[in-house]
Each structure stands twice: as C-alpha cells, then as structure tokens.
C-alpha cells in the first residue's frame, strides 16, 4: 500500500491560559484540540467540521506550523512536521499551502496582485523574472481574474475576487495539498458557489489534495470525498461523504445534519429535527467521559456511566471511523 500524502496522528494543541504559578506554569490550559487522528490520500479532499469553537482552525493552523504542537505527529510523506526548525520546514511550504477565511485580512494591502503572486514563486525560487512575470498571469487566468489587472492593490478587488487572489497564492508554489481554512463563510452567497465550482475544477485540474474546513455540509457534500466530524477539540466520525449523508453513526452528526434543510418541503415535514441540550462545554474545563454526553440525545440508551465517565476511543470499522459508547 501507498503511504498517505498526509498522516495525522494524536495530534493536540493546549493553550496557556490564567495565572500561573511561582515557577511560571500555567494553571489551566484551553484543549483546543485534544488527540485528533486522521489520514489524507493524494488528490483526495477531506472535509472537517462542526461548531464554532470545536478547535477545526487550530486543527488547520497546527498542522501547517503556525502554532507549535503541543503533542502528536504530523507526517507529510513519511517526513514527521512537528519536529522541523523553520529552515527545515522549507522545502514542505512549497508543498502545503492555505486559504485563509477573510480575504481582507489575508492580503497585504501594501502590495499589488503581481507583487502578492510571485513572492512565493521568488522565495522558492521558481522561475527568472521574466519566467515569473509569464506564471503570475497565467495564475490569474486560472482563477478567473483579468490578468490586465495585475497592478491594481486588494482594496481594488470585491471579497469574491479578492479570495480569488488568496486561491491564486496558494496554488502559485504548485503544491499537492491546501488546507482551506473556511474559505468561503466571509462571502456572499451568491459568490461562494462560485468559489466552490473553482476548488472543484482545480483540484481536478492540479491533482490537488484538500483538507477543507466548513460549516455548511452542502458545500461540503459538493467539494469532499471523505467527510470527519469534530466535537470539542476530538473526532467523533470519519467516513466517505455519502456514508455521512445516508447513514450517520454518532449523534452529533445526526444532529448536524438534522438542521440542514430539506429543498422538498414534503419531505421537510416530515423530518425528525434533533435539538441539541444546552450549550457546547467549555475547552477549559471539558466534560469527563465523552465530551458530547451532556448534549447527547441517545446518551441514556448506553448501559451504566460509560458516557459520563469513559471517553470513547476512535475505533476504525471497515470504511468508517467513530468514537461512540452506543456501537
């Protein structure tokens, strides 16, 4: 068997937080993300979601190095991240690139687009100046901008366009994997169907592979092949997208996809609409045992205190992934 492009192994991430103590140490740490597992296959695109706070960011920005690992492995191809100085990480730049949520805040309002798309293509050093010139309009071509443009500043440019320009960067070093960190929910709606035809279409283009982060499971369901759930900082599910979608296993995802709505509106009726106890617990101070137990519509179908005081391990079965007392 192939090894896996990337391979994602317990990893977590604890923020200091409070007072600390006489010798300088934390009192509380917020588990933003707290043992999350999972492989991605090259040109495949998986999908991670859940609630606002439920660590998916940190998730994203812990495995491209920007925030340090406080635990686990990250492995590109065989090469573990999390142990890599900022020299050594280099080389893997290139190869895992990210779209960021806000496209107004993650362009430098300072430069112009042809500045912004060859400063990767410089840094890696890919191509003469001339050579560099030719790949920044053809880069815009590919997302759909007017390469006549080139001079103009993002404040020039609509949301739409400007997350264009994010799309265009990332794909300027030509690399295998984008982490796509929302890259949609800071948009209108009528141009985040645009943004998502244009990840399609290139990643069939690229041969890319995509760990996509969303709220919306339509957009979802349209873009990834596999699809993981995350609750407080953990994994609670992982199988292929239509698995997901027809068969739900844990009783968060049924709950998520309970609240998408329905087009039919016969069918709409007659759907049976989970709602969810109380608020998502603090990171601070997660729930002992499973951490979705105090929300869980099904938690009293498991025999004992096995919810409230064991945590369900990630247990893979066949195609399909999942960490939940009740199978």
């Not at 439920?54 to 495995?63: D, E, M, P, V």
Request: hydrophobic content about 35%.
């Amino acid at each position: 068997m192939t090894r896996p492009l990337l391979e994602v192994q317990n990893l977590t991430k604890h923020f200091p937080v409070g007072p600390r103590t006489f010798l300088g140490n934390a009192q509380q740490h917020l588990r933003a993300v707290d043992g999350v597992s999972f492989n991605i296959e090259r040109g495949v695109s998986l999908g991670l979601v859940g609630e606002s706070g439920c660590g998916k960011s940190t998730c994203a920005r812990t495995i491209v190095g920007l925030h340090p690992a406080t635990s686990g492995s990250v492995r590109y191809e065989g090469v573990e991240l999390t142990t890599l100085s900022r020299r050594g990480w280099l080389p893997y730049r290139r190869k895992i690139q990210m779209i960021f949520q806000d496209p107004y805040a993650s362009l430098d309002p300072r430069q112009t687009v042809a500045q912004i798309l060859d400063e990767p293509l410089a840094l890696f050093g890919l191509g003469r100046r001339r050579e560099r010139r030719l790949r920044v309009l053809a880069l815009l071509e590919a997302v759909g901008l007017n390469p006549r443009h080139v001079q103009r500043y993002p404040h020039e440019f609509s949301g739409g366009q400007r997350q264009r320009i994010g799309i265009a960067r990332a794909l300027a070093s030509e690399p295998d994997l984008i982490v796509c960190d929302e890259p949609v929910s800071a948009l209108d709606v009528s141009i985040q169907a645009q943004i998502v035809n244009l990840l399609a279409e290139l990643r069939e283009r690229f041969d890319l592979a995509y760990l996509f982060i969303a709220h919306d499971l339509a957009v979802v369901r349209h873009l990834c092949d596999r699809i993981a759930v995350m609750y407080l900082g953990r994994l609670v599910e992982e199988a292929p997208r239509e698995e997901i979608f027809k068969n739900p296993s844990h009783p968060y995802t049924k709950a998520l996809l309970s609240a998408v709505p329905y087009p039919d509106p016969e069918i709409e009726r007659t759907r049976e609409r989970i709602v969810l106890r109380g608020d998502v617990p603090s990171p601070l101070n997660p729930p002992s045992g499973c951490p979705f137990h105090p929300r869980c519509h099904q938690a009293h179908e498991v025999s004992g205190d096995r919810c409230s005081h064991q945590v369900p391990e990630l247990l893979q079965k066949g195609d399909r992934s999942l960490a939940c007392h009740l199978d």
